[in-house]
């Protein structure tokens, strides 16, 4: 069970709020009404507890496991113990992301404005808006409804954050545009100066950032990961993007909807990437490329060419994966004959 100082618990739930909430169907459940009290996984659950199954190397765990209910692909329903709930779905994991939430929802605005935090009366707060201590909301910002900002977060002055937001503890956002629903992780900098200078003999001149950052909704920030804004056009950041914590994303870099990015990577300036883009952790990315729709790179790859939409890339510098592995494969080979 998790630790009820640090999380807080909603239900129970019964069998049929579970398969309602969740859309999936009901295996071995006799009495709709009977509840749920937690989630937990197959290995720490007893009968008052809700699981999941998603992955082949955990079927003698789910085998035997005592969790009252689980989440299965159907094909899987015959392994299970006889007294086992089964809530059947073809993507359990997500089936139980959903009903996880259930009983351990996300924070919501308290609607208070601490006493200790430093907000300028030009500023617009939306209804419920909550402004944890030691937070500082500039000159002319305008913060949507449910918004949570917390203690020591910096705004600067005419940021826009929209509806149903969490920025996190020591976090700074300044010449950006967020949407609604997005989730910035304690620490993020957001809307700095991009690093661009006109470089020579004579010394580095600082060319003006004249950009912005401009989010879209449903966005995950990561702790201490940093946007920078863009040079002129703007940096842009899709609807539904996942940065993980510690990633740099530089100036005018542009990211599609819906892209996954992991820890330590690096994008420069001014590349592209498509929608639903993987760049897995510390991958580096060059400035000024195109990465297409679906591309993947995998970890500690170093992109230095334009990604085609749906190729799937390693090594440094990156190559299409199967030649990836060959290289791999014949570097071993050649060190094994040296031995």
């Known amino acids: 069970m998790a630790d009820s100082r640090f999380f807080k618990r909603k239900g129970p739930f019964s069998v049929q709020d579970i398969a309602d909430l969740t859309g999936a169907g009901l295996v071995n459940a006799p009495?709709?009404?009977?509840?749920?009290?937690?989630?937990?996984?197959?290995?720490?659950?007893?009968?008052?507890?809700?699981?999941?199954?998603?992955?082949?190397?955990?079927?003698?765990?789910?085998?035997?496991?005592?969790?009252?209910?689980?989440?299965?692909?159907?094909?899987?329903?015959?392994?299970?113990p006889d007294s086992m709930v089964l809530f059947t779905t073809s993507d359990p994991y997500r089936a139980y992301a959903k009903a996880a939430t259930a009983f351990y929802p996300f924070d919501e605005a308290n609607g208070v404005i601490s006493d200790n935090a430093v907000v300028d009366a030009s500023a617009k707060l939306g209804k419920g808006v909550q402004v944890d201590a030691g937070a500082v909301i500039g000159a002319n910002c305008d913060i949507g409804d449910g918004t949570i900002i917390a203690s020591n977060a910096v705004i600067g002055e005419g940021v826009v954050i929209g509806a149903g937001?969490?920025?996190?503890?020591?976090?700074?956002?300044?010449?950006?545009?967020?949407?609604?629903?997005?989730?910035?992780?304690?620490?993020?900098?957001?809307?700095?100066?991009?690093?661009?200078?006109?470089?020579?003999?004579?010394?580095?001149?600082?060319?003006?950032?004249?950009?912005r950052v401009v989010i879209g909704n449903d966005v995950e920030v990561g702790a201490n990961s940093t946007i920078d804004r863009g040079a002129g056009p703007d940096t842009v950041i899709g609807n539904g993007c996942r940065i993980d914590n510690l990633v740099q994303i530089g100036h005018n870099v542009e990211l599609g909807m819906g892209c996954v990015v992991v820890a330590q990577v690096g994008i420069s300036g001014s590349t592209k990437l498509g929608n639903f883009v993987v760049a897995a952790g510390q991958a580096g990315i060059t400035g000024h490329l195109e990465i297409g729709d679906g591309a993947k790179?995998?970890?500690?790859?170093?992109?230095?060419?334009?990604?085609?939409?749906?190729e799937t890339v390693g090594g440094s510098p990156a190559v299409p994966v199967m030649e990836y592995h060959k290289q791999t494969v014949a570097l071993s080979r050649l060190i094994r004959k040296k031995k």
Do not use: W
């Open 165 to 211: 937001c969490k920025i996190g503890a020591g976090s700074t956002i300044t010449h950006s545009l967020i949407g609604n629903l997005c989730l910035i992780y304690p620490g993020a900098r957001i809307g700095q100066d991009g690093f661009g200078f006109a470089m020579g003999p004579q010394g580095h001149l600082k060319v003006p950032q004249l950009g």
């Open 297 to 310: 790179i995998a970890a500690q790859s170093g992109v230095m060419r334009n990604i085609g939409p749906g």
């Open 31 to 80: 009495d709709p009404k009977r509840v749920f009290d937690d989630v937990a996984p197959l290995q720490n659950a007893d009968t008052s507890i809700l699981s999941f199954f998603d992955n082949r190397k955990y079927l003698d765990a789910f085998a035997q496991s005592a969790a009252g209910g689980c989440f299965v692909r159907p094909e899987f329903a015959d392994r299970a």
